[in-house]
């Protein structure tokens, strides 16, 4: 288990975070990003405001920004790769860095009228914020040959078999318990996504930037989300802070949700006499025409109507993509407990990692040293204290969990 989790550390990166912060009176956000009533104009006495942060570049809405005045609380959620560089096909994996960051691009829109000059250096140690969601997502290598599709597929079937709450949408992305209020797992074909997508992704012509966008095309992205209430459960029903989700945790929490699912078999396997007679009529037959290697567009030549709804029904309510691979495309025979092993997940190569402009990431000590002396703090007050020190500190409630 150690072994595995001192892997997944190095994989591990956040894709979206939901923060709260408890006193910041009066804060307003300006119309250029909120709407606070059924006309354009931001009125005096209003009690919340919600609006959406545009990017540095401005070209993306990257995070939901909102105000609670009776609370004086302030909520923001979203994405802090897309928030700095326009992309999140990679991304940090520091929760205190990323949290930071995101009040910052906040600050950056729009003034935070804190009442301490404290708070600030708070932040960037990761106090003083609570987490009220989190996004954690790693990139599962595929052997050579293995198509994202037929992966996807196999993974369907193997939900179908354990009795899963399972969908998979256009986007070809495979939810597992979606809309459970605790957490929940997806799967998806990042590469697809991004073909798909309406947003033309900008990156710069470099060679790492070609070497992203190959790595996107050769890996499974698996994301784990962890919602309020489940991060509660974790920690002992203390509010989270950044500084308790060190990589060491997040990657104790991710292992433990891939676990939960037992997913086993074989990427060739076709499902049962007794797995197809769950499909019903007419889609039954449909499915074990596919499975079987027939094109289903040959079948349904003519009739693209009725093909278009039998593979939305199917997809929807099976987790089946007939215009996918069929596993018996597949030329030999491979374990899905094989390529779903921890040690297939990969980290950040280095060259991409160490591009600022692929990866985001800022140096959060530096910036607390330069904070300090702008505002006179001296003594052990300003110096900065690894904010994970203490994670360990809490290790015995996550595990009680």
């Known amino acids: 288990m150690n072994k595995e989790r001192n892997h997944l550390m190095k994989c591990i990166m956040i894709d979206t975070m939901g923060l709260r912060v408890e006193n910041v009176p009066n804060l307003k956000l300006p119309k250029s990003f909120a709407r606070v009533s059924d006309t354009a104009e931001v009125v005096d006495n209003y009690g919340w405001a919600k609006g959406n942060l545009k990017s540095e570049s401005g070209k993306h809405m990257s995070m939901r920004v909102r105000t609670l005045s009776a609370s004086s609380q302030l909520l923001v959620e979203g994405s802090n790769s897309m928030q700095y560089l326009d992309q999140n096909i990679v991304s940090s994996g520091d929760a205190v860095m990323t949290a930071f960051s995101m009040l910052d691009a906040v600050r950056r829109q729009y003034a935070m009228h804190l009442d301490s000059v404290f708070r600030p250096r708070e932040f960037m140690q990761g106090h003083g914020i609570e987490v009220t969601r989190i996004d954690l997502a790693a990139m599962l290598a595929l052997e050579a040959g293995l198509r994202s599709g037929a ?24 939810y597992l318990d979606q809309h459970s209020q605790l957490e929940s797992l997806k799967a998806y074909d990042k590469a697809a996504e991004m ?51 060190s990589p060491e ?14 997913l086993h078999g074989g990427l060739r396997r076709l499902l049962s006499s007794a797995d197809l007679w769950r499909i019903r009529p007419p889609y039954r037959f449909t499915v074990a025409l596919w499975q079987s290697g027939n094109d289903v567009r040959s079948i349904f030549s003519g009739h693209d109507g009725l093909l278009r709804s039998h593979h939305r029904v199917i997809r929807r309510d099976y987790g089946i993509n007939i215009l996918a691979p069929s596993p018996a495309t597949i030329n030999q025979h491979v374990e899905l407990g094989d390529v779903l092993r921890i040690e297939n997940f990969i980290p950040v190569p ?44 809490m290790r015995s409630l996550f595990s009680a969990g």
């Open 151 to 174: 992966v996807l597929n196999a993974l369907a079937f193997a939900c179908l078999r354990a009795g899963l709450v399972t969908s998979i949408f256009p986007n070809e992305t495979l």
């Open 195 to 245: 073909q798909q997508s309406r947003r033309e992704l900008e990156l710069p012509q470099s060679q790492n930037a070609a070497d992203l966008m190959e790595l996107a095309g050769k890996t499974l992205r698996f994301e784990g989300v962890f919602r309020l209430k489940q991060l509660k459960r974790l920690f002992g029903n203390v509010p989270v802070t950044p500084s308790m989700l």
């Open 249 to 262: 945790t997040l990657a104790e929490m991710f292992l433990k949700l891939l676990g939960k699912y037992e």
């Open 350 to 393: 280095p060259a991409i990692r160490a591009d600022s402009e692929l990866f985001y990431q800022r140096d959060v000590a530096a910036e607390f040293k330069a904070y300090c002396q702008a505002t006179g703090s001296r003594g052990i007050s300003s110096v900065y204290v690894d904010p994970y020190e203490s994670t360990n500190d």
